[in-house]
């Protein structure tokens, strides 16, 4: 609606409480812990090679990830916000595990569409959902409203990496420490604390970090990055391709599903229960 884009193109982002139900949620972490049973492309670990940091591109690989992304909470919004049909970019689920998950520096994520998929222009739209109820302690998302305004932020790295420092604790595109200060002290900072079920939606150029999660709880966030259709990349041969779990391959605009898909899964579900107990 037209408040919800207003508010994001004024202050970078919007968060709209409730969106998913518990019982959704619920669903949503059962799919990804069963998904990660399994060895599938773009499962990244922390460094010490235990933890999972996050998982890309699940919607490549499991059917109820690919009905997940054109569900009209998540696919709707990021429509009328860019103004046209859309397709998903990049998909992730940054996990965040209990005493343990890293920090994400301060950083704008188009810079790595642009320098490192060749995507022009930031007509794009980050769509977040907790997967988990999120306090201080968690390490949440923190904004710093309408730093979206003022282009790219990032200081120029001495040296860049393959794409694995693109998703790590080091990333390879961050904010140097004096815009940070100068930014916060003009605008402040807000925390994306909150409740499982809510959906943040947020600019790709609004700088944004979070520290560590020193919980007993794991804090387990689902980002879908949706870009308009016309905005797809444009390569001249010069940009290494990175991973499709990274950047996304298929540009056909998506299509808005029912939320059958979701009664189907917990039929699904509660089948398999069934058959556990009896075995």
């Known amino acids: 609606n037209t408040m919800t884009i207003d508010k994001i193109k004024d202050d970078g982002f919007y968060v709209q409480r409730q969106s998913f139900s518990i019982a959704e949620v619920g669903l949503i972490n059962r799919k990804i812990d069963d998904y990660v049973q399994q060895p599938h492309p773009g499962i990244v670990r922390e460094a010490d090679a235990r933890l999972i940091r996050g998982i890309h591109g699940p919607h490549l690989f499991d059917d109820f990830f690919t009905d997940l992304i054109s569900d009209p909470r998540l696919l709707r919004p990021a429509e009328e916000f860019l103004g046209e049909r859309c397709y998903v970019h990049q998909f992730k689920i940054n996990m965040k595990q209990r005493m343990n998950g890293q920090a994400w520096p301060w950083h704008q994520d188009f810079v790595y569409w642009q320098r490192g998929d060749g995507i022009r222009s930031p007509r794009l739209l980050n769509v977040a959902l907790l997967l988990s109820d999120v306090d201080m302690l968690q390490g949440p998302l923190c904004f710093i409203p309408r730093s979206h305004t003022l282009g790219d932020l990032s200081t120029v790295p001495e040296k860049t990496g393959d794409w694995e420092q693109d998703i790590s604790k080091d990333l390879t595109y961050q904010i140097g420490h004096r815009p940070i200060e100068r930014l916060i ?80 899964a917990y039929c699904d579900a509660e089948h398999e229960i069934e058959e556990l107990v009896t075995k």
């Not at 959906?199 to 970090?209: E, K, V």
């Open 185 to 264: 002290a003009e605008n402040g900072v807000k925390y994306m604390t909150g409740q499982a079920g809510d959906l943040i939606l947020f600019d790709p150029l609004m700088a944004h970090c979070s520290s560590t999660n020193l919980s007993p709880h794991d804090r387990a966030l689902l980002i879908v990055t949706y870009n308009a259709v016309s905005n797809a990349p444009v390569s001249d041969g010069s940009i290494r391709k990175r991973p499709e779990f990274l950047s996304a391959r298929n540009f056909v605009p998506l299509a808005m599903k029912t939320r059958d898909y979701m009664d189907t």
